[in-house]
Nanobody, 120 residues
Framework: QVQVVESGGGLVQPGGSLRLSCAAS????????MGWYRQAPGKERESVAT???????NYADSVKGRFTLSRDNAKNTVYLQTNSLKPEDTAVYYC??????????????WGQGTQVTVSS
């Protein structure tokens, strides 16, 4: 059984910061890419930031310079530091991980999502 669990969302004022965490657990052999996606009301889910197992990162243009994604391979965890938040960053943020379980083939796993609301 493999699980991906997010934490750290909440309500923040414009210009504020939040740190989102995502941990994968279970019978995991290895994890390739991990990342964060978000979905605002009435919009499609979009990629925010991804990081490979060797820590190569990719960011959406809309968050470059404001968000930083890091990874702790020993803990199967990624952290998304979000700074200078804007109202347009409001969305449900989902963690994604490409996981090779001990028994089975590599698949993509999603977390349940965490709400980020940027409002004064």
């Amino acid at each position: 059984q493999v699980q991906v669990v997010e934490s750290g969302g909440g309500l923040v004022q414009p210009g504020g910061s939040l740190r989102l965490s995502c941990a994968a657990s279970g019978s995991i052999l290895s994890i390739n890419t991990m990342g964060w996606y978000r979905q605002a009301p009435g919009k499609e889910r979009e990629s925010v930031a991804t990081i490979t197992s060797d820590r190569r990162t990719n960011y959406a243009d809309s968050v470059k310079g404001r968000f930083t994604l890091s990874r702790d391979n020993a803990k199967n965890t990624v952290y998304l530091q979000t700074n200078s938040l804007k109202p347009e960053d409001t969305a449900v943020y989902y963690c994604y991980a490409e996981i090779l379980p001990i028994s089975g083939t590599s698949s993509g796993y999603w977390g349940q999502g965490t709400q980020v609301t940027v409002s004064s």
